[in-house]
């Protein structure tokens, strides 16, 4: 689906931060614990940990990049991106996060955004972008592969 918006990046500002990281901090505790990986008890701190190891100077911190997710008409901040240079993705990016908000989906806006990003990325020196998908998050991983992501890995588990 195209749009008829043009979407741009432009850096977060502290208090959009500020908003997202609250929301983003939650969010990951409620994945961590639908996919498993984590007990209920406990995931909201361990979330809050890894965030705070993760960005130490917020929207300074070092090789990680925040960015809000704008349309031009009308203007309109439709969502967030955090890109990142990282040991473990070699050679490319590294998107721990990436999100258009529910009043603005299947608008197109997140492929165009993803095209943004892989600008960014090449500026940066990347020559890809790496991410992770929780298995149970269907519409991002078919988002994903609709933009030409690969699968590189894929981590099972049988419950009983």
Same mark, same amino acid.
């Given at each position: 689906? *195209? $749009? ?11 208090? !959009?931060f500020d908003t997202w990281s609250s929301i983003i901090i $939650? ?11 984590? /007990?209920? =008890?406990g995931a909201l701190e361990r979330s809050q940990a890894e965030?705070?190891?993760? @960005? /130490? #100077?917020?929207?300074?911190? $070092? ?10 008409? /009308? ?7 955090? @890109? ?6 070699? *050679? ?8 258009? %908000? #529910?009043? &603005? ?5 997140? +492929?165009?955004? @993803?095209?943004? +990003? #892989?600008? =960014?990325?090449?500026? +940066?020196g990347r020559n890809g972008i790496a991410l992770h998908v %929780? ?9 994903? #592969?609709?933009?030409?992501? !690969?699968? $590189? ?6 419950? &009983?």
């Open positions: 689906m *195209s $749009t008829d918006a043009n979407v741009r990046l432009r850096p977060l500002s502290q208090s !959009e $939650t969010d990951y505790a409620n994945d961590k614990v639908m996919s498993g990986n984590w /007990p209920a =008890e965030f705070a190891k993760l @960005l /130490p #100077e917020g929207v300074e911190t $070092t090789n990680h990049y925040l960015f809000a997710i704008v349309t031009d008409h /009308p203007p309109e901040h439709v969502g967030v991106a955090w @890109l990142a240079l990282t040991d473990f993705a070699g *050679s490319a990016a590294f998107l721990y996060d990436f999100v258009i %908000f #529910e009043p &603005f989906r299947r608008r197109g806006y997140a +492929l165009e955004a @993803l095209s943004c +990003l #892989e600008d =960014e990325a090449r500026k +940066l %929780f298995g149970h998050n269907r519409a991002a991983r078919a988002l994903y #592969e609709k933009a030409g992501f !690969e699968i $590189t890995n894929i981590n099972m588990i049988r419950r &009983f």
